[in-house]
């Protein structure tokens, strides 16, 4: 039987469950710990009979260490994604203790860490690997209590209020909802989940009130969800309150009553499970007798896996969708509180490292005459993020890639995305380093004077005294242009922007302006911002969009040198593999916009040659946009680190114009 070899990062008392845990487990073994404090070190190595010399000093050291399979991440919260990143990095199969980051946004990073490296990642709620919770989902399925329509959680303790403790310590991301209010959420998607027959379900709504301590975390919080199937949630938690921590599952026919569903027999055996079944007034008590202290079943079951070759942990424990949506759950409630972390204010909000691979294509950058940097060909959209904890996690892999463009508006989130892209500009120092592509002057607020206004209110939020590109988000036909080409100017000639054009404006009436501005010794209009993709949209995303795909505007392009910034490059996704496609609602949905038999053939085309090159149909669309004979940008939307990387390749591509051509159906052959 193969024996996976742990080591422990961060020696304290939940490591010191696993630990032994994993003495009983026999799939497992603790060979190595590391911590920065000697004393710690030798206490935890001599109590677990770790060899002297696999005491790390180092948390790099020991996930260096060849002798270590996999490790168990037990420090305090914040350093938990970091940490799993960096092993994940190193070879090391992971496992976390929850929560596995501080935001949802972290916790996607480091899965998908964990799927690029073909590595085993878990979140470590324990609880989910008692045998108790496999019996409950049994009897759920089983249809034992009927259809499952309610559920009740709490798990809360009474620590009372010491600003140095960890549990309310806000840069350590103290609070019941973080340290276990988790618990009860993930219970709550999991019941939710089995009763529909999946393995999870994510609430419809949560709402939740709570107290906050002095040191701005959680004391007391409670929540109610509801779910699509019609169940409903009443959770609690606490570190300041003692609670009643059962689990109440109520369904049409009766109910299901743990008594101790998070903790039976956490620090040593038995970890009996008692299960009570309440059916037509008459309840039985099931015992699940097992001597085996609560980490035993989470050690074998992690260790096992990694042994089988596992990428994933098996149901009910947690997969990464499952973790993921656990703490989009728990960024949810603890918004509902006012719990603000750490990684979410400015001033604290830090880098989480590795989350890009080494030897990435290099980002190729054009030189643009009135833009001072060169500016990266594929620029990211951020119209996305609602808070820096979320945003910089993307934006910093962004720069980590080469990327150095990024492209925002007045509408975007009511302004809260502009606002929230000049938190992390200023919270990094780059404002000089970067090239900001604004927009203002959308519909119905297009004309001359609202330019100068929003743009205004735009340099506001981004911290910004300029922007050294501008684009007008939409044309309005019922102004003469003119005015718009003088409007622009002024800004222009004021310092407040640089270069400039127009978002779905057509060819005519953008030479219409520059015509306008050369009589008039004015500066023209350089860019054109509408959809170009290697699918032709062939109905609007949106009112009013325009498409540059058409055999028209590319000979106005390519006879102008006009600069093209395309947006949804990437046409939506529709280049991507079928399964992935239809993640948007159906009205602006891949099919829905770019459906049409040119555009199969065209996607067919690409897949031939994205299987030629060992690249995905995906990379060859956004190398199609990225390789025209105009200087041609791409905008992009990765929600996520994972999502740039997995653009990229198209930078290593070189597509000739034979293919270019071919591609676009504009030629036979290549």
Request: with cysteine.
């Amino acid at each position: 039987m193969t024996v996976t070899r742990w080591g422990i990062i961060g020696p304290g008392r939940i490591a010191r469950n696993f630990a032994n845990g994993l003495s009983e487990a026999p799939s497992g073994e603790l060979v190595a710990i590391a911590s920065r404090a000697a004393e710690r070190r030798a206490e935890f190595g001599d109590a677990f009979g770790v060899a002297t010399d696999m005491r790390f000093d180092s948390y790099e050291a020991l996930v260096a260490c060849g002798d270590v399979d996999a490790v168990y991440i037990a420090t305090p919260h914040p350093f938990h994604a970091e940490l799993s990143i960096m092993a994940l990095r190193a070879g090391k199969a992971v496992l976390s203790e929850k929560p596995a980051g501080m935001n949802a946004a972290e916790v996607v990073a480091v899965t998908e860490v964990a799927t690029e490296t073909g590595r085993f990642f878990m979140e470590g709620y324990m609880y989910r690997c008692h045998p108790q919770i496999a019996r409950v989902i049994e009897l759920i399925r089983a249809g034992e209590i009927g259809e499952v329509v309610h559920l009740q959680a709490r798990f809360g303790f009474n620590a009372p209020f010491n600003p140095a403790s960890r549990l309310y310590d806000h840069a350590l991301g103290g609070g019941g909802i973080l340290d276990v209010g988790g618990y009860t959420v993930s219970l709550a998607r999991l019941i939710a989940g089995v009763s529909t027959g999946k393995d999870f379900a994510e609430p419809a709504t949560l709402r939740g009130v709570g107290v906050m301590a002095p040191s701005g975390v959680d004391q007391v919080a409670h929540a109610l969800l509801s779910f699509p199937s019609g169940m409903t949630a009443e959770i609690a938690t606490a570190v300041g309150r003692a609670m009643d921590n059962r689990a109440v599952i109520e369904g049409t026919k009766g109910r299901i009553v743990l008594d101790d569903p998070w903790m039976p027999g956490r620090d040593k055996g038995p970890s009996d499970g008692v299960i009570h079944i309440t059916v037509g007034g008459e309840t039985r008590t099931e015992t699940l007798a097992n001597p085996q202290m609560l980490f035993a079943f989470e050690a074998e079951l992690a260790s096992r896996a990694i042994a089988d070759g596992l990428k994933q942990a098996p149901h009910p424990a947690m997969s990464h969708a499952d973790s993921i949506g656990n703490a989009h759950a728990v960024d949810a409630w603890r918004a509902e509180v006012g719990y603000v972390t750490a990684p979410e204010v400015p001033a604290t909000n830090r880098k989480l490292p590795g989350v890009v691979p080494a030897g990435l294509p290099s980002m190729p950058k054009l030189k643009l005459e009135g833009v001072d940097l060169p500016v990266s060909q594929l620029i990211l959209g951020c119209d996305n993020r609602n808070t820096i904890a979320e945003g910089a996690v993307v934006w910093d892999a962004w720069i980590e890639a080469g990327g150095n463009a990024f492209d925002t508006a007045f509408v975007y989130g009511g302004g809260r995305h502009e606002a929230v892209l000049g938190q992390w500009i200023a919270a990094r120092g780059v404002a000089k380093d970067i090239v900001v592509v604004g927009k203002g002057a959308h519909s119905p607020y297009c004309t001359p004077r609202a330019i100068g206004i929003q743009l205004a209110m735009s340099l506001e939020r981004l911290g910004l005294d300029r922007v050294p590109v501008y684009i007008m988000h939409r044309d309005n036909p019922d102004v003469p242009v003119g005015e718009f080409v003088d409007a622009l100017n002024d800004l222009h000639k004021a310092g407040r922007i640089g270069i400039f054009g127009g978002s779905n404006w057509s060819p005519a009436r953008l030479a219409e302006a520059n015509a306008y501005a050369a009589a008039n010794g004015l500066q023209p209009m350089r860019i054109l911002n509408n959809n170009l993709s290697l699918a032709v949209m062939e109905k609007p995303v949106w009112a009013g969009c325009i498409t540059s795909n058409t055999p028209e505007t590319l000979a106005f392009l390519r006879e102008s040198g006009t600069i093209h910034l395309s947006w949804s490059a990437q046409a939506r996704g529709y280049f991507l593999p079928e399964a992935l496609r239809n993640r948007l609602p159906e009205d602006t949905a891949p099919e829905t916009c770019f459906g049409s038999a040119a555009n199969a053939e065209r996607r067919r085309r690409a897949e031939e040659l994205a299987a030629e090159r060992g690249v995905s149909a995906h990379n060859v669309a956004t190398a199609w946009v990225l390789a025209q004979s105009f200087p041609s940008f791409a905008l992009i939307g990765p929600r996520s680190p994972g999502e740039i990387v997995s653009t990229l390749p198209a930078l290593g591509l070189d597509l000739t114009p034979a293919e270019v051509a071919w591609l676009n159906l504009e030629a036979e052959g290549r």
